[in-house]
């Protein structure tokens, strides 16, 4: 079963960037998508993007398309979220998650890092 550890959360102002880290043991041949969702406080978990590890392709949730980019780098068994103009409303924890499944889709990720905390101040 893959693990995974979030990093790269932080604090910065509005218009800002971070870049978030997802780091994979048990990578390939076990997990077929791996996304990142974010809960603001007192909202439920949403799902922002994911992405296929073997074919690479991606799927954005509306609050992320335009501005958010999910990579991943196989060598390091990592996936990264890329958030460009963040604003306050993107205050929130943020999770990767590991789905086994043939064809991902947001409810079918099982293995959930323990987050990474973004703020954003006006």
């Known amino acids: 079963q893959a693990q995974l550890v979030e990093s790269g959360g932080g604090s910065v102002q509005t218009g800002g960037s971070l870049r978030l880290s997802c780091a994979a043991s048990a990578y390939t041949g076990v997990s077929q998508c791996i996304g990142w969702f974010r809960q603001r406080p007192g909202k439920e978990r949403e799902g922002l993007a994911r992405?296929?590890?073997?074919?690479?392709?991606?799927y954005y949730g509306d609050s992320a398309k335009g501005r958010f980019t999910i990579s991943q780098d196989n060598a390091k068994n990592t996936v990264f979220l890329q958030m460009n103009r963040l604003g306050p409303e993107d205050t929130a924890m943020y999770y990767c998650?590991?789905?086994?499944?043939?064809?991902?889709?947001?409810?079918?990720?099982?293995?959930w890092g323990q987050g990474t905390q973004v703020t954003v101040s006006s």
């Open positions: 998650a590991a789905s086994q499944a043939n064809i991902c889709y947001w409810d079918s990720f099982r293995v």
């Open positions: 992405l296929g590890i073997h074919d690479g392709s991606t």
